[in-house]
Structure formats: C-alpha cells, structure tokens
C-alpha cells in the first residue's frame, strides 16, 4: 500500500537530551499505527514534530511525497494532517458548534469584506459550513448538543467533539494522542469501534499514541515502540506482544521472560487505574 | 449547621462597621459635601444623604442576609435584630465620628474634613444629631431587611422602583431643560415632576409607584406578551419592529433639537469612546490580544484628519473631511499593522506592556520638539476646517479656505449625527465581522492560539487584521474627535484614554458589542453629565471595575457565549445518558 507520511531518521534536541533520535517511521494509506512506550519515551514530541509544533533538528517528514517539516502547523493541516490533544483542548468558550466551524476554517473563502457586507455567496458558504457541521455532530453522537458551550460538555463528549473537530480539516491522516485516557471500560470500546468507522466510513489513516494496551492491541495494524526517543521495535501487534525488547523497556531487565500479554495486561490496568498526566 | 447567636451579632457588629467606615471615607474625601448640593428629591434628600442611607441600608441587608440559615425555616426576628444592630452600628459610628471631630483637628490630615461639612453632617450645629444618626441607622437596617425578607416578586420590583426613580433623580435637571422649552402643558409637567436639581416629592412619588407597577405587570405578563407578538402574522412582527426602530430613529435623529449643545456633546463624545471601545473590542475582546496604547490609532486618526484639512501652519493638503477620513482610516489601519507586526509572537503580559510602550512613543513623538516642524509639537495643529455638506463644486476646491454653502459640522450638534452615524455603523461591522470566518478565527486565537493555528487558521494574517481593524475603528474615532474640537494637541492622547478604553469594555462586557455601548455610556456619559461625580471620576472607576470583578465579572451586557452558558445550568448528565443511548 502506499506510504501516506514517512519520516527519515528524525532528531529532535532539546537542549543536551535527545527527545527523539534517529527514527524511521511509515504511515501507510488508509491503515490504523500506534506509537507506544512509557512515558516519556518521546510519542508527543514526535506527534507535534508531524503537526510542526516544534520543529526537527534533523531528518525529513514527508506527506504524500513532499516534505513538510519546514511548514506551519496551519500550512500541515492544509495539507491534510489534523490532530486531538492528550489533555483535550477544545475551545471552551465557544459553543460545540462554532469549535467544528473553526476547524472548517480552510474550506471557507469569504473574505471579511465580503463578510461585512452579507453578499449572498457569503451566506451561502456560512449555510454549508452550518449544514456540515451539523453532520459532524451528528457524526461522533452529539447531535442537538451544538449550542452548548464546549466546557459544559461531559468529558467523552468533549473528547468526541475534539475528534469532530479535527475531521472539520477534512484530513488524510488524523493524529490521536491518547484518545482513551480517562474513559472507563464501556467507553473504551465504543471509542474502538468509533475509531475503526472513521477509518471505514472516511477512509483516513489514523496514527494512535496510546496507553491502553487492550485498545492498542485490539485496533492497531502496526505498532512502532519508542523507548527513550529511539524506535526499539516494530511491526504487528503479535510480534510486538512477543519482542523481548519491548518487554525491557516496559518492564526493566528479568522481567522479559514472563508472559509478554500477561505483562501487558499488568500495565494497562495500572494505567486505568492513575490516567496518565 | 447553626450560626451561634454569639456569632450573630458579631457580623452583624462587623457589617455596621464596615458601612460606618465606608460613610466616613465618602464624607473626608469630600464627597458628601459636594453631593449635598444635589438634591435626589428637592428639599427633602440631597445625594449627600442618599448615599449615607444607601451605605446604612445595605448594611442591614447584608447583616440580615447573614443571619439567615438557608437550611432553616426563616426567622424574621433573627433577620431583624441583626439588620437592626448593623444599621445602629452604622449610625453610631458615624456620631463618634463627628464628636471626635470636634475635640480633634482632621483637617491638619483630611483637607475635606472642612467645617462646613460638619455643619452639614450636624445639621448646622446643636446636639440633634446624638439622636438622629443612631435612629436614622436603626430604621436603616431595618428597612434594609425588611427588603431582604421580601418576597422575590415584591422585592425585585421596588429595587428597580428605587434604582430607576435614583437614576431619574440625577438626571432631572436635562429632563427639565429639555422639557421645560416646549409647549406649555408639557413645561408645566416638567415643573410638577422635576425640581432644579432633583425629583420633586410628588415627581418621585409618581416615578416610583408607575415604576413598581409597570415592573410587577412586566413579570406577571411577559410571558403572555412574548405569546401575544409570536402570534402576530410575520408581515406584522415585521412592521410592529420597523415601526419600532423608525421610533429609535427618530428619537436619535431629534435628541441634538431638543437637548441642546451639551448634551450632544455628550453623546458625541460617548460615540468617540464606543468607537475607540469597538476597535479594541476587535483586538481584545475578540482576538484577546490586549492593546495598553490603544489611544495610538486613535490619535493616527487625528493627526491625520489634521495635517490633511488644517489651514494652520502645519496643514499639509486641504482636502475635504470626507476624503481625509478613509485616507486617516486606512493610515490607522497602517500603523494598527506596524504595531502588530513587532509583536506577533508576544503572549500576555508582555503584549500588554509592549503595546503601552506604542502608545507612549506616539504620543511623545506627536509631542515633541523633534518633529514638531511637521505636528506641531506642543503647540499643536489648529484651524481644522469643519465638514461640510456641500455641492460637488465645493468638493472639488482643493486651495484656499473654502467657505460653506451647503450643511456645515460646525458644532457639537451637527457633528454629533457624524459620530452616532459611524459608532453605529462600526457596531453593524463588527458584528458581522463577530458572526463571520474571521470572527470564529479571532475567537479561536483567545481561546487557544496554538490549538486554533493547528487547525488550519494562519495566525499572522488573522492577528494583523485584528490590529488593523481595531486601529481602523480608534482612528476613525480620531478623525471626528478632530473636527468636535478643531484642534489637535498631543497632551489629548493621554494614557488614561487608553485605560479608560480597556475599562469600559471590561464593564460592559468583553467581547461583547452592546457591551461595548451599555459601558461607554456608564464610564464615560455618566461622569460627563454629573459634574459632581466628575471630580471622583476614578473612584468611581475603581469601584465600578472591583464590584464588577467581584459581582458580574461577565459584564452588564455580556457575549451571546456567556449568556448561553448561563441558560445551560448542569447539562452534564443528561447528555451522557442521551450519548449512551445513542451508541447502544
């Protein structure tokens, strides 16, 4: 399949500790990756070094064959990358609604000339945007809720709105940094199968960080492990439940020859219990 | 949990205080004795003493809203003995307060502790008042209560009664000016209803009761109103809100006929600050990039109007009004971009002093000795030809001093059409602009400005506009302020103005349009048309700004978002449940 976003040997530096060294990594079209490792091992500097939060010190990111790493993040997202934050940052004082209008930015040309004046192509643009963002909400289930202030949504609420909110850019490729943190068992599922349909339905390719092991495991197609900014593994998830690196890092040395699975399920219940951050 | 009657008493000792040395501070600083010289109903209470009963009042609801356990059945007689004792404590702190006046001399600290005013605060001398100030405070506090235990719907139409006949009370003297030169049965209403300086007794008996009762109509009928209007057929919704705004108009349109010069020159320069409000409204309000040197633009605005139409010495062209404001506005626009420029990347606090930094530099280089050759510097540039409302010939003259044919600007009310004219207009602007891409762009940007930019929304170019439209509005602002005064000196583009720009649209609510009007007319009308809170023009500031930090700090007229956040009380669970659903 074809390879939607690849990165070559990526370093990023802050100051003397090397965040991210040298990592290879491929994003193939229309396919479900997650990026695992314990904390810190540098997943979200790796995210924002895609989305061009912070740039790379060295290395190239490439999106459909052209590099990106030297854009804006607004000029990234033109081209199809959108992304949810870890800890959800929403826009809370706007109502649901106007936060997936935002994220429809890019598609609505009007200019504030126009805008000022209501020319009829103006409204006609506004009329859209409303109509589509009504089917947005009505997308991730929140339909009827688009006049609440986003603040005063529950907390899966918010994490779908943000989710609606970033499918807003109509991207390629949708970047999710912990979607699960913080939801209990019940939610956990709906958000795989919610995820699993925005592949489906909208054919984009997902790259996932996650702490979940059951939902990681569950969704994933590939799994690329970071441990201290370097890439210590990577393929399926069966090969990566059995790779005893992997086992070490989560774990530390002597613990690579208990069940990797078994192991596995330890840490994920132990980050249900203390949500990361 | 039970408040001990220990307990009780002490707040309720701590509130009379509290009130007592409030009424103290108003009467040393002066404010007492200049108040007493306007009456709130003629002969019978000067604003001197509504304040003083206002402070003791007050006192006694707080006191009583203290004492009452909302877990409890009410008890009106704790509410009363508490009310009671802290409108007694108001009072008798207040007469020690005198009494120590007379065996020591404050004046050697308080310039105002003057012996007129204690003549006034004795009622000019005796012993009468040893009585009168505990007994006034003990029927204060009890009033104060009983205002409390009332129920909602009597009580919240007699606070109104009160606060609205007060309002009619301070502004009685331009009711009557304005009503007192018409016909004759309308200046003899005026002289029944309004006194020199306040209501008089049966003016304010009148307003009161007509108040109460249209207020307690109000909330028993709005409903059935609101009911009434929706059933109207559409074409008649329509034409009942033409016929409504054509009465706004015409309202607008006549008040500069019938008021006189002062009064449009109040609205005038009320106009100048909800312009200057409406512009930062844009870049604060909206964007929430915060403008310390707003007054910047607003003087771009005016300097530019200047040197363009001046026949001083200093006058570059003469052109026309009409064709130096675009020119003026688009040069604010320029500068609005060369501030924005610099500080693109500054976040918060350090925005805020670099922008006050902006200012500053304009105004001291409009000042200064160094470009005086072009501005003027101190002396500043006079002899700025009024607008003119002309035929085309006229228009086109481009020389010497062009003599009016046609409608001249040439006082406050003429110029005062030109001000309302743009504020309104500029109002219709930004809320299209509130309503529109860039508008949620801005709003974005306040809320999260590296989410907003993650989303596709190119921060450089929506900033810039933010500064541009905003000094767009401020010097269009400037330009008229030019030609209300003729002239323009550099020491008019104070830091103050500035200030009172980011307070007004605090008062009235940030991010918010009709906010933006509703403050400029509290803080900037209000201490316009009373000469005597003028001069505690920045008390009244602060104290505005702390109560409504503390007590509204949406605004008096907040933002479409905050009010909708206050019809959704705790949506929480039922959406959850509906999302469940939903899924299952």
């Given amino acids: 399949m074809a390879i939607i976003l690849s990165a070559k040997k990526v370093i990023k530096r802050f100051g003397g500790l090397v965040a991210v060294n040298s990592v290879d990594f491929d994003i193939p079209e229309k396919s479900i990756v997650s990026i695992i490792g314990p904390n810190g091992a540098g997943k979200t500097t790796f995210f924002n070094m895609i989305t061009g939060f912070g740039k790379i010190d060295e290395g190239e990111i490439s999106f459909e064959g052209t590099p990106i790493h030297r854009l804006r993040p607004d000029q990234i997202t033109n081209r199809g990358i959108s992304r949810t934050y870890q800890n959800i940052r929403l826009f809370p004082d706007m109502t649901a609604l106007e936060n997936i209008l935002v994220g429809q930015h890019l598609f609505l040309h009007s200019s504030w000339i126009s805008a000022v004046l209501g020319t009829p192509r103006v409204r006609a643009e506004e009329q859209m945007a409303l109509e589509e963002a009504q089917r947005l909400l009505n997308f991730v289930n929140l339909k009827g809720k688009g006049d609440m202030l986003a603040r005063n949504l529950p907390y899966g609420a918010q994490r779908r709105l943000e989710i609606a909110r970033a499918l807003a850019t109509k991207p390629k490729l949708l970047l999710l940094d912990e979607p699960s943190a913080g939801m209990n068992p019940r939610e956990t599922e709906d958000l795989t199968e919610f995820i699993h349909r925005i592949r489906d339905d909208l054919g984009i390719a997902i790259l996932l960080i996650e702490h979940h092991m059951r939902v990681v495991m569950g969704i994933s197609e590939r799994i690329t492990v970071l441990d201290y900014g370097e890439k210590i593994a990577e393929g399926t998830p069966s090969e990566i439940q059995s790779n005893p690196r992997v086992i070490e890092a989560y774990l530390g040395r002597g613990a690579a020859t208990e069940g990797m699975a078994n192991a596995h399920e330890r840490y994920s219940d132990n980050k249900t219990e203390t949500p990361s951050q | 949990m039970m408040i001990k009657k220990e307990n009780l008493i002490w707040i309720a000792i701590k509130t009379g205080l509290l009130s007592g040395v409030i009424a103290i501070f108003l009467c040393l600083i002066g404010m007492i004795e200049v108040f007493s010289k306007r009456d709130v109903i003629e002969h019978i209470i000067t604003l001197g003493d509504f304040i003083l009963l206002v402070s003791a009042v007050s006192a006694g609801i707080i006191a009583a809203r203290a004492a009452s356990n909302p877990d409890q059945e009410k008890q009106p007689l704790k509410n009363y003995l508490a009310g009671a004792l802290a409108g007694l404590t108001t ?354 940007i306040r809320e999260d400005e590296d989410v907003a930019e993650a989303l596709g929304i190119n921060l450089i170019q929506t900033k810039l506009l933010a500064y541009m439209l905003g000094a767009a509005f401020a010097g269009l602002g400037g330009a008229i302020f030019t030609v209300l005064v003729g002239s323009i000196f550099a020491t008019s583009m104070q830091l103050i103005v500035s200030i009172n720009v980011v307070a007004l649209i605090i008062v009235g609510g940030m991010g918010s349009i009709p906010g933006v009007i509703v403050g400029a007319i509290a803080l900037i009308g209000m201490p316009e048309l009373l000469r005597e809170v003028s001069e505690y023009r920045f008390l009244f500031y602060g104290a505005a700004l702390i109560m409504m930090m503390l007590a509204k700090p949406e605004g008096l007229w907040p933002s479409q978002a905050t009010l909708r956040e206050l019809h959704h009380e705790d949506p929480g669970e039922d959406l959850d449940v509906a999302s469940s659903q939903a899924k299952a």
């Fill in chain 2, 91 to 444: 009072g008798i702190l207040i007469i020690a307060f005198i009494g120590l006046s007379q065996t020591i001399n404050l004046r050697s600290v308080f310039l105002s502790a003057s012996p007129s005013l204690f003549k006034l605060l004795t009622f000019k001398g005796g012993t009468s008042w040893i009585w009168i100030y505990p007994s006034i405070g003990l029927a204060s506090g009890l009033l104060g209560t009983t205002l409390f235990l009332l129920p909602e719907k009597f009580r919240q139409p007699i606070t109104r009664a009160i606060f609205i006949t007060f309002l009619m009370a301070l502004f009685s003297g331009l009711f009557r000016v304005i009503m007192i030169n018409r016909a004759g049965s309308i200046a003899k209403l005026a002289k029944y209803l309004f006194g020199q300086t306040g209501l008089t007794l049966s003016g304010a008996t009148i307003f009161f009761v007509a108040i109460i009762a249209i207020s307690m109509f109000w909330t028993a009928r709005s409903k059935n109103l609101q009911e009434g209007f929706s059933r109207i057929p559409k074409a008649g919704q329509t034409s009942l809100r033409v016929a409504l705004y054509v009465l706004l108009a015409y309202v607008v349109i006549m008040l500069p006929q019938v008021s006189g010069p002062f009064i449009a020159q109040v609205v005038v320069i009320v106009s100048l600050y909800a312009l200057m409000g409406l512009g930062l409204n844009i870049t604060l309000g909206f964007a929430g990039l915060l403008d310390l040197g707003f007054v910047a633009f607003f003087a771009v605005g005016a300097y530019t109007v200047g040197l363009l139409t001046s026949y001083g010495i200093f006058g570059l062209q003469h052109i026309p009004f009409w064709v130096a404001v675009p020119i003026a506005v688009l040069v604010a626009m320029m500068f609005g971009a060369f501030l924005g420029l610099p500080v693109l990347g500054v976040r918060g606090d350090y925005l805020a002093i670099a922008t006050l930094g902006f200012g500053e530099i304009v105004r001291l280089l409009a000042g200064s000795d160094f470009l005086a050759p072009f501005f003027g510097g101190p002396q500043g540039i006079i002899g700025i030809q009024k607008p003119c409302l002309g035929t085309l010939g006229e228009f086109l003259k481009v020389d010497v001093p062009r003599i009016c044919n046609g409608i001249e600007f040439g006082g406050p009310k003429e110029i005062y059409y030109l001000a309302v004219a743009s504020a309104i207009l500029v109002a219709f602007i930004a809320l299209r602009l509130q309503k529109s891409r860039l508008g949620r762009a801005w709003m974005a």
